[in-house]
């Protein structure tokens, strides 16, 4: 009597849970129903929800509502919250969806991981990070081809679930993006460099540059404009991330302290920039020619399976299928 | 039997000599034909010259023949040569075209002062500066309407001939850029904050991004970007602005340095990156909304004029039209 139902791997593929519509879970929402999954999304304030609403998505402000569809549904969970609603966030998970998959959109992996043992939600938690971003925020800044060709960390761990680790990995590659597997810690010491230490150093090229008057600011062109774009970002947002990625932010700040200090010296002395404008640009150099090759021969759940993605991440690998 | 011939303003306005056809000189050379100059280029390598020429421009590499019909012709004379060749052309200029209205192109404007001193020349000279540029750099990354909508920074000195000024403002509001005045040593302590500084900035960043290994270099995406962009700029080039410009790179390198170290320790100490995150935000907004208005009432050549358009450019004002 009841003929099974053909479905596409698409309509299969687990459905998804976003909380949080700012620009991350906002572009996120739009991107997983483009691949044809199954997505509703919760946000604390009406605004957003409104406007996710007016734009044909499916969103509310009942996170009960929300959970509870989703441990129905064993939909993969996504917080996209910013970092203070974190804990909140959790706990509601705990009680409502303990068992469905669960990952992250935020910016510092190690904080969250330990947010997730503390609720006793580990055993199905995988981190992600998104490299993607502008300095805009909100429901409307958001981009459903945010993703595409970004690279989407998903985090592995000894521990990590290998089911849960392909369910994010194939919601990242979905929403368009590689994935590059890394484990939590070196991942928030590479981003310090590569994202948090951007962000200060904008802001510290803002002030000195205003602090040279309207003549100054009349001439700024592009070498300032490109280096002070992400000042633009809200605050908060900026604060969020560095903050909570304090330890290695330091260690990034201190280096680069360190060579501006020299180069000041130098120029003062000598009157050379040589020593950091060489090792500058052959260090962009160097990122320009790197060369992100396929991870193929990884079979996630076999022996040991965590620690070979993390050691191919650390050598430039990422993943484009699964 | 002579009829007067009739001539717009255009080409009744003086020819254009110029001398280096690397990005600047070659964008140059491009906009002033453009706006119906009489006007051709010379370079010490004739492979700029040559492409110069397949792209359909008078170009030589005959520095001699270049200024004995500038001379002839009375020509504005622009140097756009490097830093470090500098005074072998104005020792040039000197001995073959004396008299010509001289301008530069130059990120640094005292120290090209002071050479054009030295040889005799400062009665017929205007400092130039059009903040504009990219990344790359000789005849083939020029561009015609690279000065569009730039500003172009017309220095006015105390004793700068109103004559020569008008000229060489007047070749800047050809070339589609607008004028902003100012007098050489303010103008750079301004370039050292918002075009010298950072430079700097960028190659630290991308040395301190590289040190994170190939992890880092692969997660490196907007902020890593926009941050190290100018760090892809040919060394040599940013040597030569940064060094030409030491006693004021090293003071807003000071600021700078002192920024991110009251950063870092807060961020250690406290946990808190509020102080700067928030400064540079409202600094880069004041940026954004900065007014810039038109200079109008300002007669060259009358007394104090000079002081005036001085004042005028602090204020945020500048010229688009003469």
Same mark, same amino acid.
């Given at each position: 009597?009841?003929?099974?139902?053909?479905?596409?791997?698409?309509? /299969?593929?687990?459905?998804?849970?976003?909380?949080?519509?700012?620009?991350?879970?906002? /572009?996120?929402?739009?991107?997983?129903?483009?691949?044809?999954?199954?997505?509703?999304?919760?946000?604390?304030?009406?605004?957003?929800?409104?406007?996710?609403?007016?734009?044909? %998505?499916?969103?509310?402000?009942?996170?009960?509502?929300?959970? @509870?569809?989703?441990?129905?549904?064993?939909?993969?969970?996504?917080?996209?919250?910013?970092?203070? $609603?974190?804990?909140?966030?959790?706990?509601?998970?705990?009680?409502?969806?303990?068992?469905?998959?669960?990952?992250?959109?935020?910016?510092?992996?190690?904080?969250?991981?330990?947010?997730?043992?503390?609720?006793?939600?580990?055993?199905?938690?995988?981190?992600?990070?998104?490299?993607?971003?502008?300095?805009?925020?909100?429901?409307?800044?958001?981009?459903?081809?945010?993703?595409?060709?970004?690279?989407?960390?998903? $985090? $592995?761990?000894?521990?990590?679930?290998?089911?849960?680790?392909?369910?994010?990995?194939?919601?990242? !590659?979905?929403?368009? /993006?590689?994935?590059?597997?890394?484990?939590?810690?070196?991942?928030?010491?590479?981003?310090?460099?590569?994202?948090?230490?951007?962000?200060? !150093?904008?802001? $510290?090229?803002?002030?000195?540059?205003?602090?040279?008057?309207?003549?100054?600011?009349?001439?700024?062109?592009?070498? %300032?404009?490109?280096?002070?774009?992400?000042? /633009?970002?809200?605050?908060?947002?900026?604060?969020?991330?560095?903050?909570?990625?304090?330890?290695?932010?330091?260690?990034?700040?201190?280096?680069?302290?360190?060579?501006?200090?020299?180069?000041?010296?130098?120029?003062?002395?000598?009157?050379? @920039?040589?020593?950091?404008?060489?090792?500058?640009?052959?260090?962009?150099?160097?990122?320009?020619?790197?060369?992100?090759?396929?991870?193929?021969?990884?079979?996630?759940?076999?022996?040991?399976?965590?620690?070979?993605?993390?050691?191919?991440?650390?050598?430039?690998?990422?993943?484009?299928?699964?």
């Amino acid at each position: 009597m009841c003929q099974p139902i053909r479905v596409s791997a698409k309509t /299969s593929a687990p459905p998804v849970c976003v909380l949080g519509l700012g620009l991350i879970g906002g /572009s996120l929402l739009r991107a997983a129903a483009a691949a044809g999954r199954t997505v509703w999304g919760w946000n604390r304030s009406v605004g957003s929800v409104d406007e996710a609403r007016a734009d044909g %998505y499916d969103a509310g402000t009942d996170l009960r509502a929300a959970l @509870t569809r989703a441990a129905e549904t064993d939909a993969i969970v996504v917080i996209a919250v910013p970092e203070p $609603a974190l804990d909140d966030v959790l706990t509601h998970v705990a009680a409502l969806a303990p068992n469905c998959t669960l990952t992250d959109v935020v910016s510092v992996k190690g904080s969250v991981l330990d947010a997730v043992r503390r609720v006793g939600l580990a055993a199905h938690f995988v981190g992600g990070h998104p490299m993607a971003g502008t300095a805009r925020s909100g429901w409307s800044a958001g981009d459903g081809a945010l993703f595409r060709g970004a690279v989407w960390v998903v $985090a $592995a761990e000894d521990d990590t679930n290998p089911a849960a680790w392909t369910s994010v990995a194939g919601l990242a !590659l979905d929403c368009g /993006s590689v994935v590059v597997p890394a484990g939590a810690e070196e991942h928030d010491c590479a981003v310090a460099r590569i994202s948090h230490l951007p962000h200060l !150093l904008a802001e $510290a090229l803002a002030v000195t540059a205003a602090s040279g008057g309207d003549l100054a600011l009349a001439l700024a062109a592009g070498s %300032y404009r490109d280096g002070t774009r992400v000042a /633009s970002t809200a605050p908060s947002l900026v604060r969020a991330m560095c903050e909570a990625n304090a330890a290695a932010l330091t260690v990034a700040l201190d280096e680069a302290v360190a060579l501006l200090t020299a180069a000041r010296d130098a120029l003062d002395a000598t009157g050379s @920039t040589e020593t950091l404008v060489e090792a500058g640009h052959a260090a962009r150099v160097r990122h320009d020619e790197l060369d992100r090759w396929d991870i193929t021969d990884i079979e996630v759940g076999a022996l040991g399976w965590a620690g070979h993605l993390r050691d191919a991440g650390r050598r430039g690998g990422a993943l484009r299928a699964l």
